[in-house]
């Protein structure tokens, strides 16, 4: 049926989404280069069907099985490029685990990516929600990316401006790139490199460490440390980090929430908005700790949404909507999933 090509049919996803949710692909194909996606392209058995691109499947929920193709991105590989601009160029294909990726450049020396260590996934799915933590983001030492068209069978260059970064939000989660497919990211790391310690908690961290000038490295694992306290391992614990994106207010309704609930977490952007923290606003309502069915809140950190054992897709979106829905009468904010449904 698919001559050419190693696709599996029907083909068990449980272990290759961190939720641990138990899909199945109609089919399936481990993809490292653009000739494979060519290949799918002009299969006329294949043509007609959905496609799922899929990294490492940690900000993904299955809430059924996927009646299409999984493309799998499995290209490895990584590179130094050379100096531009007083940067150093790094090229990591997309199937690359990210954290191995980060630390590769925190071994040899290279600042940059310190505050993104031991985030789960692939380099080639950083860019989709512009990848971000402790106050850095993807962006902030993107250079370029490599993509391929599925709709148009041209592979392409992109740079910043053409992904347009926002906040967990790029061109591919858009109609315009929804064709795309990443299959490898170049970044520009500073060769003047300073640390970047504006969030408070990695800032106080360093400094209870005593690192007074901290290389790169001491900052990825300072930022590693914090993680490991805070977050549940998806390897004991099924879970897709953050569920919910921290809902950004006007200045005004945050003033208004602000004289109901004086001790609300809120964070001042530079358009005058306001952007609230939605693991507080969840905590507040109860939440935490608590479960429905197999889905529950984790204890530690009431972003975290955990499967205890056996949940269905279906488990996690039942809590998510009741969170929501609790969140939504308490203070009047909607709260939006972080993770791609499926
Ligand atoms: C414990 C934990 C902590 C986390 N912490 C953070 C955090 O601090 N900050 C943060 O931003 N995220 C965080 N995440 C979410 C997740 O790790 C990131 O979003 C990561 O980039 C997802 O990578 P992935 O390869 O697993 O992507 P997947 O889950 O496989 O895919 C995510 C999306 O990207 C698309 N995609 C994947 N690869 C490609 C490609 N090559 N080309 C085109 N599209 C592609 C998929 O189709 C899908 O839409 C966390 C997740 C977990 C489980």
Redesign the pocket.
């Known amino acids: 049926m698919h001559p050419r090509l190693p696709i599996l049919d029907d083909y068990p996803l449980a272990s290759l989404?961190?939720f641990r949710i138990p899909a199945r692909a109609r089919h399936y194909l481990r993809v490292s280069n653009a000739a494979e996606l060519d290949a799918v392209r002009g299969n006329p058995a294949l043509s007609g069907l959905p496609r799922?691109?899929?990294?490492?499947?940690?900000?993904?929920l299955f809430t059924r099985d996927f009646d299409g193709i999984v493309l799998h991105?499995t290209g490895l590989g990584k590179e130094v490029l050379g100096e531009q601009d007083g940067k150093l160029l790094v090229r990591a294909q997309?199937?690359e685990n990210?954290h191995a990726f980060v630390q590769w450049t925190l071994a040899q020396g290279f600042g940059g990516l310190e505050n993104?260590s031991?985030?789960?996934?692939?380099v080639?799915?950083?860019p989709?929600?512009?990848?971000?933590?402790y106050g850095t983001e993807t962006r902030d030492t993107f250079h370029s990316l490599t993509?391929y068209d599925l709709a148009s069978g041209e592979t392409r260059t992109l740079d910043a401006a053409a992904c347009r970064f926002g906040y967990?939000d790029s061109i591919?989660?858009h109609a315009q790139g929804s064709t795309?497919?990443?299959?490898d990211v170049t970044f520009a790391l500073p060769l003047d490199w300073t640390p970047n310690l504006r969030y408070a908690e990695l800032a106080n961290a360093v400094e209870a460490a005593g690192l007074t000038s901290p290389t790169p490295r001491e900052i990825g694992q300072t930022v590693e440390a914090i993680?490991r306290r805070k977050?549940?391992?998806?390897a004991e614990i099924g879970?897709?980090?953050?569920f919910f994106k921290n809902p950004v207010v006007s200045g005004e309704q945050c003033a208004q929430l602000l004289a109901q609930y004086p001790a609300l977490v809120h964070h001042a952007q530079p358009d005058g908005s306001e952007k609230l923290a939605a693991g507080w606003l969840i905590d507040q309502c109860g939440w935490k700790g608590k479960a429905l069915g197999a889905a529950g809140v984790y204890p530690k950190q009431a972003l975290?949404l955990v499967n205890l054992g056996d949940a269905t897709g279906q488990d996690v979106v039942r809590l998510a909507r009741a969170i929501q829905a609790d969140v939504a009468a308490r203070y009047g904010v909607a709260l939006e999933p972080?993770?791609?449904f499926i």
């Not at 989709?128 to 933590?133: L, T, Y």
């Not at 795309?180 to 299959?183: H, N, P, R, S, T």
Request: charge should be positive; proline fraction near 8%; charged fraction near 10%.
């Open positions: 989404n961190t799922l691109v899929l990294g490492g499947g940690s900000n993904m991105m997309a199937g990210w993104l031991l985030i789960p996934g692939t080639g799915a950083a989709i929600q512009n990848v971000g933590a993509a967990r591919f989660k795309l497919v990443v299959l993680r977050l549940p391992d998806p879970n897709a980090g953050s975290v972080e993770p791609v």
